[in-house]
């Protein structure tokens, strides 16, 4: 039975209504100067684009004090910005009016700044989310769309990291990562030179989207070279520089303000790519702070640091996106671009807490292959960005919102299989998530329960980090234990999803899951 068009509108009106609900929350840096949070960061790229030239934006002046939250994501973000910074002209000038609106804090200027995140939310990020589960779900596993991949749009739609930090913390990750869900979704469609552009603007509005490029490389470089017929080397070039072509002119377009002069474009550069930050921020789920708590990182130099780190991505990352050139496909596409989002995360320089959203996302269009998985997946990630949540008054926001996602897993699993739960049952497997696993005879089954009993000791173990880390104070001579403790519960959750996704894309058949689920549709159907 396909998804009706009652169900999919229902479940986008709720995806917006909760947007809406958080963005009532509190935001990162109210009220708190100097510096007031990304907020306020995004509300005066607003003031330095509409008030300065373009050639200025980058570079510090008097009036462009880059040491106050000068820009530093690629042209298509202050493009962006510039956008906002004329429609809050109309609003009200008092919103980017040049040095005298830092800090602004009245009720008006926020709910106007919420609305620009929400309607990037209904205009560009949902429908992207929806077209890319829809085109995974035709070209990867084949068939129509049916109630269960409801459940997966809905996963995908109401995932409790992106709307905290999104409508909460505020951001706008929901450009890139739409542009990024468009793209891959064009690259499934075999629309590869359409994906290539809006893959191109998605890395355009924030470099972090380096994540995800080593995939869309190789996996685009393989599309060039391999036919039908074999090998064609003449076809391959052609292809090759259409491709290239698409890519530099798309580049061109959107820095050719800065493309008349060397110097303009090294400094645009040089913001974007800050060595000197360290290599990394606060506390987050990463491998770099954990080794820090042994070994203090930050007494080597940022450059030597940078190269370490460069080295180590790459031993972890090119193995995955290598073998799309050797073993290409859709499927194995997704996988890349999980192993090698996940592999930076762990690995890479500057990486902040917010950087694990670039490896939710296709971890959320993998739900139909291991659903379970990637749901457990989802919940480690947002929990790794608890110290941070806590930091901006949305811890509330993120027990709700978490709370309501079990709650929707559980009425929609209990609606699609019609569940009679016995006691026994509620109290082993009180979300009926063993549905979640495909099972079958013999060690496979064995393997399903393991995956269970770890996914419930994963909630136990986040529950009490929780509590401890509202509730218990530590010991003086430790005053960031726990948010080091949950940093380090979760990467050891990230280590293992690494080597499990690197697993499905080495070892695991292509077709394996592709065949199980049609075999489900078709006894749904009957």
């Known amino acids: 039975m396909a998804i009706s068009s009652v169900s999919l509108i229902t479940l986008v009106a709720t995806g917006i209504l909760l947007r809406a609900v958080i963005s009532l929350h509190s935001y990162s840096g109210e009220s708190k100067p100097p510096m007031y949070g990304d907020f306020e960061a995004q509300r005066h790229w607003q003031e330095v684009t509409v008030n300065l030239p373009v050639r200025q934006w980058y570079e510090n002046s008097t009036d462009n004090d880059l040491l106050y939250w000068g820009l530093d994501y690629p042209p298509l973000t202050a493009y962006h910005s510039f956008l906002l910074g004329k429609w809050a002209m109309a609003q009200d000038p008092s919103f980017v009016r040049l040095h005298e609106s830092r800090g602004i804090t009245t009720g008006v200027h926020k709910n106007f700044m919420r609305n620009t995140v929400l309607l990037v939310d209904g205009l560009?990020?949902?429908?992207?989310?929806?077209?890319?589960?829809?085109v995974v779900r035709r070209k990867i596993f084949g068939g129509e769309t049916t109630g269960s991949d409801l459940l997966g749009m809905a996963v995908a739609l109401l995932y409790p990291g992106q709307i905290l930090i999104d409508n909460g913390h505020f951001q706008y990750n929901n450009v890139s990562l739409g542009l990024a869900a468009l793209a891959i979704a064009a690259l499934l469609a075999?629309?590869?030179?359409?994906?290539?552009?809006?893959?191109?603007?998605?890395?355009?509005y924030k470099q972090m989207e380096l994540y995800h490029a080593l995939p869309f490389f190789f996996y685009l470089l393989g599309w060039c070279f391999q036919h039908s017929k074999g090998f064609d080397f003449k076809k391959g070039v052609l292809n090759l520089t259409v491709l290239g072509t698409v890519v530099l002119l798309t580049f061109a377009a959107i820095w050719s303000p800065w493309l008349g002069s060397i110097d303009s474009t090294v400094q645009v550069i040089h913001r974007?790519?800050?060595i000197a930050r360290g290599v990394f921020e606060d506390k987050v789920?990463?491998?770099?702070?954990?080794?820090?708590?042994f070994i203090k990182l930050k007494n080597f130099e940022n450059a030597r640091m940078a190269l370490i780190c460069l080295c180590c991505t790459l031993c972890a990352v090119l193995p995955s996106s290598l073998a799309l050139l050797f073993r290409p496909s859709k499927r194995n596409f997704l996988l890349a671009l999980?192993?090698?989002?996940?592999?930076?995360?762990l690995l890479s320089f500057q990486v902040h807490e917010k950087?694990?959203?670039?490896?939710?996302?296709?971890?959320m269009l993998l739900f139909q292959l291991c659903p379970l998985q990637c749901f457990w997946f989802l919940q480690v990630a947002t929990?790794?960005?608890?110290?941070?949540?806590h930091k901006d008054s949305l811890l509330s926001a993120y027990v709700a919102l978490t709370i309501l996602s079990f709650g929707v897993l559980k009425v929609s699993l209990f609606a699609l299989n019609n569940f009679q739960s016995s006691k026994k049952s509620f109290l082993l497997d009180c979300f009926n998530l063993n549905s979640l696993l495909q099972n079958r005879p013999g060690k496979k089954s064995l393997v399903n329960t393991a995956l269970l009993h770890g996914f419930y000791t994963f909630t136990v173990g986040q529950v009490i980090l929780l509590i401890c880390f509202v509730y218990v104070q530590p010991p003086r001579h430790l005053p960031f234990l726990w948010p080091l403790l949950i940093s380090a519960y979760s990467c050891a959750h990230f280590v293992l999803f690494f080597i499990y996704y690197n697993y499905l894309q080495f070892v695991t058949n292509d077709n394996s899951n592709v065949t199980s689920h049609k075999k489900s549709d078709k006894r749904k159907r009957k």
Request: charge should be neutral; charged fraction near 5%.
């Open 124 to 134: 560009l990020y949902i429908p992207a989310l929806v077209l890319a589960c829809y």
């Open 190 to 204: 075999d629309r590869n030179l359409l994906g290539s552009a809006l893959f191109v603007a998605a890395l355009n």
């Open 272 to 274: 974007v790519f800050p």
């Open 285 to 293: 789920a990463n491998i770099w702070c954990i080794v820090n708590v």
């Open 338 to 345: 999980v192993n090698s989002s996940l592999g930076f995360f």
């Open 355 to 363: 950087s694990i959203l670039l490896v939710s996302l296709p971890v």
């Open 383 to 389: 929990f790794s960005m608890v110290p941070l949540l």
